[in-house]
């Protein structure tokens, strides 16, 4: 069942950053609460291991014609002339 949930003693500056977000997202402030309490009670993303990043990247057949030596080096140069 449903749950009624109550902020007291929400500072004024709060309150109106609140509204703007929620006109923004065109949801009302109780809209845009439920909004913001759902995302942050959303279950951490897993990370995958190096291992099984790789197994998926060869997966999906992902690759690269470029070596990763080559890779760094340009960046490394493009940071020089920064």
Do not use: W
Not at 10 to 29: E, F, I, K, M, Y
């Amino acid at each position: 069942m449903p749950a009624n949930l109550s902020i007291k003693n929400v500072p004024d500056g709060v309150t109106q950053r609140l509204r703007d977000r929620a006109a923004r997202n065109h949801r009302s402030l109780q809209g845009e609460l439920l909004a913001i309490v759902e995302a942050a009670v959303q279950p951490e993303p897993e990370f995958l291991s190096p291992a099984e990043f790789l197994a998926m990247v060869r997966r999906l057949g992902i690759s690269s014609t470029e070596s990763s030596v080559d890779l760094i080096r340009a960046d490394r140069q493009r940071d020089e002339h920064r």
